[in-house]
């Protein structure tokens, strides 16, 4: 990155054709949970007709694209089956498509078989919290044989670190190399550096500070931190949609570290921050190209 490049251009592709946002600023992820248990809004999505009302406040409040999960990641949920995680999302999926033919899906899924059904069903990227490490390189074989980009999460069975930055690179390095090992373009590649997920509140502070060393792995970094317990521990906040305003503290430094997208389940929220943020990354290289 450069004064004069401060984004450089994304290559990934949609395999449907469809335009994938490329812009010269951050991108907006919208959460569109289909779950009765995840931590923030479960159960609050009953039905495709709500997926689609929320969709639409979503992308109206600034979502670039929306991620469509079936099943919860939160500590200590209840896994779903293969075939009630499919009775949740491809509902979803086709009814969004239909109502938002042109906004870009991503399904939160750690399924090779899920994945494979929502990208047919209209779905565009595949966001694995997993990064394609999991069920013996099935994933990665899908998305490959699918041509859509995927988002490799950093995460763990458990927080064994020995040295933490040394074995959280390594594990992004591993996920790097089974999704181009099994023929993934480097271009359709996302990471995430996993705030959360086999990590304590320190852990997930310090993979914050320094999201830099995962960007400099040279493929755009997700980040997802909206309304997550650590930002409740620092904050003294039990319920997470009172932790908006410590959600948008990790936005704007996550994106002077290198982020190019951020999950976040109140788009219209969290969007002036991630302007901002923008525009002081930018600096000099900024251009008022919005009308007040």
Known sequence: MNAADPFPKLQWRSPHGRVLPEGSRTLIMGILNITPDSFSDGGEIASPQAAVARAGELLSGGADVLDIGGE?????????????????????????????????????????????????????????????????????????ELHCPVILMHNRAAPDYTDFWTDVLADLRASIAAARGAGIEAGQIWLDPGFGFAKDAAQNLEVLKNLS????????????????????????????????????????????????????????????????????????????????
């Open 213 to 292: 060393r995962i960007a400099a792995l040279g493929h755009p970094v997700l980040l997802g931190t909206s309304r997550k317990s650590t930002i409740g521990r620092v904050l003294k906040k039990q319920i997470p949609a009172e932790r908006g305003d410590g959600t948008a503290a990790t936005l704007v430094w996550g994106i002077q570290q290198g982020a190019r997208m951020a999950r976040v389940h109140d788009a219209a929220a969290m969007r002036p921050f991630v302007q901002m943020a923008d525009a002081i990354r930018a600096g000099a290289a900024w251009k008022d190209d919005e009308p007040l």
């Open 72 to 144: 919860s990641t939160r500590p200590g949920h209840a896994s779903v089956g293969e075939a009630e995680e499919l009775a949740r999302v491809l509902p979803v999926i086709e009814a969004v498509r239909a109502a938002f033919p042109d906004a870009p899906i991503s399904v939160d899924t750690c399924k090779a078989a899920v994945a494979r059904a929502a990208v047919r069903a209209g779905a565009d990227i595949v966001n694995d919290i997993w990064g394609v490490r999991g069920g013996a390189g099935e994933m990665a074989r899908a998305v490959a």
